[in-house]
């Protein structure tokens, strides 16, 4: 049986639910190959002989108004090139992710994001086999928040 392809558009209203956050503006980058969220801290620690992460997240764009303190057992640390060709080295997490209906895990690094358009970038290997995207259009997923 062939898997469904859903459309989904070049900006969508993305939820995170182990950090319960049920909507974040995201940039559906394809040409990023990693996923990255916002992290206004970062700071790594041991928890019974296991890594893990607490950071400081700023969900909504252009405000700090709103801080989610999160924690997520480490993945990888990495080095990650940015679109202006800078290397750094990032905290790499895996958690789920919720667009519309459907919702699975997906490698985010941890970077601050504090300047850019969006908290969040969705990388093309978080949707591949997944999603098509439409650059034309926007929010297709029909995940909203309420006051919006």
Known sequence: MDKIIQVI????????????IDWIKAKVDTGARTSAIHAHFVETFNKQGIEYVRFGLHPIQKTNTIDVLCESKVADIRKVTDSGGHIEERVVIVTP???????WPVEI????RETMGFRMLLGR????DRFHVDPGRSY???????HL
């Open 9 to 20: 558009g070049w900006r969508e209203w993305v939820a995170l639910p182990e950090f319960k």
């Open 97 to 103: 992710v919720r667009i519309g209906t459907q919702t």
């Open 109 to 112: 690094t941890l970077t601050n």
């Open 125 to 128: 290997t978080a949707i591949t």
């Open 140 to 146: 297709l997923s029909r995940l909203k928040p309420e």
